[in-house]
């Protein structure tokens, strides 16, 4: 049973580019949850999401990034227009049906924006 | 709300010796409680986490924590540590089952270091 994946690993960008992130969830998992890692610090929460439902996305900075997690396909985290205080790890972590389902932690996508 | 603190973002052992690293929590509901290490450009590994059962938890490589409501910590130990031990070491808190939402909150991470 494949573990999340999540690519690209490490992504480059120019201040003004796009970024487009993608997460597949462990097999059976219907849960999906994004974090942000900025240098030096622990990982803060952006956005809960099950399919084709965006259900907390207080963590969301309020321009310039979406997610979505289609009905088919893997989840996809967008930034607009980056800057350079986008550059960060980046992880996802998916989870069961249960309230009580560990999320498990992709190896996440290390954006550098030049 | 949920807010997750670790005392000491670098700790030192050496070989053999006691790993403590601390995590205090503060909860308005029941909290599940974890520890996850992190390596060196890697992802999140869950070490050990508390539901509300036991409040001695067993994890992972020798891992484990205690959880104390009296003193809202969760620290994490090892009787003895390996050099494979050096790793960044985070404390999480999630709402249970009476809510809080199934985000975790992160401390800020406990970068261990493994001396010879």
């Known amino acids: 049973n494949a573990g999340v994946m999540q690519n690209p690993r490490h992504l480059v960008r120019r201040r003004g580019q796009e970024a487009r992130l993608r997460c597949s969830p462990m097999?059976?998992?219907?849960?999906v949850y994004w974090y942000r890692q900025l240098p030096e610090e622990g990982l803060k929460f952006m956005v809960y999401?099950?399919?084709?439902?965006?259900?907390?996305e207080s963590g969301m900075p309020k321009e310039r990034f979406s997610a979505e997690f289609p009905k088919e396909g893997p989840s996809i985290l967008r930034i607009q227009q980056v800057v350079r205080g986008d550059s960060a790890a980046y992880f996802c972590?998916?989870?069961?049906?249960?309230?009580?389902?560990?999320?498990?932690f992709g190896p996440g996508t290390r954006l550098t924006v030049l | 709300a949920q807010s997750v603190t670790q005392l000491g973002s670098h700790v030192s052992v050496s070989e053999g010796a006691l790993v403590l690293l601390r995590c205090n929590y503060s909860?308005?509901?029941?909290?599940?409680l974890f520890w996850y290490v992190q390596y060196p450009n890697q992802g999140l590994q869950l070490l050990l986490k508390?539901?509300?059962?036991?409040?001695l938890v067993k994890g992972i490589n020798g891992f484990e924590a205690e959880f104390k409501k009296s003193e809202t910590s969760f620290h994490l130990t090892k009787p003895s540590a390996h050099m494979s031990d050096a790793a960044e070491y985070f404390c999480a808190v999630r709402g249970g089952l009476t809510g809080g939402g199934n985000k975790l909150t992160f401390g800020t991470g406990t970068q261990l270091k493994v001396e010879l």
């Open positions: 999401l099950q399919k084709e439902n965006i259900i907390d």
């Open positions: 972590a998916s989870a069961g049906l249960s309230i009580e389902n560990e999320q498990f």
């Open positions: 508390y539901t509300s059962a036991a409040t």
């Open positions: 909860s308005s509901v029941p909290p599940y």
């Open positions: 097999k059976g998992h219907s849960h």
